[in-house]
């Protein structure tokens, strides 16, 4: 792999399948009665976000504590933040303390690249701006490839805050080029333009969009980045777009609902789909420790290709 983790863009088809396959022997470590391999023992990575998190940001120390690295949050509320430092000084003065890896979550687009630029370390995007969440959308595709045994040729609905939304744009850059056919439905308002553009099949018409979909994921209205009036409620968004049992009945039999969290239960999902026999949203989360242990673990370095079994001795 190439020194950070940016986006799904920077990745090539058989890179994003070496970290899914890699993924595969994590999982089997959280499985052990002791989750814990030294593979980066010496290693210090720096958990630095600025945004709320709690699945990305719990789910990254999990994955770093299993691999043995040492780990630090840097609580951005309680730091030099809040006397006016830059984030461009802040990275600086991290790095001058060495560390190995920076895990970055911003609410800027394009701060990570910002501190690519700047910094030896290694750096991971945790969600930036509006612009991409790249192991969200890593996650996703281990989930979904779990389930239904590939990618390719997968009919997947992703429905909800299409504008706002960073897992949308990682989501659709990956399952594109892994030969997926994805259609891409909300509000007029929340449809980013042009977005077809990205291979993608634009509809404003929920029932349609999940007809026939071996895949639906849900995305979250984000209501603190709308600076005005997208939906005219939360109760009419949830009446045109939020997905009902009813709804999920147009999918495939075996279809599989999917959310990244977190939700808000009766506006994009109802509570009896997002706990129904068909939700994975949990093993989303669970799959999320195995798919960052897997990044991290390839960004230190890894091991030759075809050798991933290595990674869980």
């Known amino acids: 792999m190439k020194k950070d983790l940016l986006g799904i863009a920077d990745l090539s088809g058989e890179e994003i399948y070496r970290i899914l ?3 595969d022997a994590m999982r089997e470590i959280g499985e052990r009665p002791i989750k814990k391999v030294p593979t980066l023992r010496g290693k210090t990575i720096v958990n630095l976000f600025y945004e709320p998190s709690t699945r990305t940001r719990t789910s990254f120390e999990i994955a770093e504590k299993r691999l043995s690295a040492d780990t630090l949050n840097i609580a951005v509320a309680s730091s030099s933040v809040q006397k006016g430092e830059t984030l461009a000084d802040t990275a600086m003065n991290l790095e001058a303390m060495a560390p190995d890896m920076i895990v970055l979550r911003h609410a800027c687009s394009g701060a990570c690249h910002l501190l690519a630029r700047i910094c030896r370390s290694r750096i991971i995007n945790a969600g930036d701006g509006m612009h991409e969440h790249p192991t969200q959308a ?18 997947i609905a992703i429905v909800g ?13 990956l399952l594109t080029k892994l030969g ?3 259609c891409v439905c909300g509000p007029p308002t929340l449809v980013p333009p042009g977005i077809e553009r990205l291979g993608v099949r634009v509809s404003i018409a929920v029932d349609e969009a999940v007809a026939g979909a071996d895949v639906i994921m849900m995305l979250r209205i984000q209501q603190e980045r709308m600076r005005g009036a997208f939906v005219p409620s939360l109760r009419e968004y949830f009446h045109v777009f939020g997905m009902t049992a009813e709804r999920v009945k147009r999918a495939k039999p075996d279809v599989i609902i999917m959310h990244p969290g977190p939700m808000n239960r ?15 949203i949990l093993e989303q989360v669970a799959n999320g420790v195995a798919v960052r242990m897997a990044v991290l673990y390839l960004l230190a370095g890894g091991v030759e290709e075809g050798s991933h079994a290595e990674a869980a001795a």
């Not at 890593?138 to 009919?155: P, V």
């Not at 805050?161 to 744009?169: A, G, I, T, Y």
């Open 161 to 173: 805050d299409l504008l706002h939304s960073r897992v949308l744009r990682s989501n659709v850059l």
């Open 21 to 23: 396959d890699t993924a």
């Open 266 to 280: 009766g506006v994009e999902i109802a509570s009896d789909v997002a706990d129904g026999p068909y939700s994975v």
């Open 180 to 182: 997926a056919e994805v």
């Open 138 to 155: 890593l996650l996703d595709a281990f989930t979904i490839r779990q389930h239904k045994q590939r990618l390719a040729g997968l009919k």
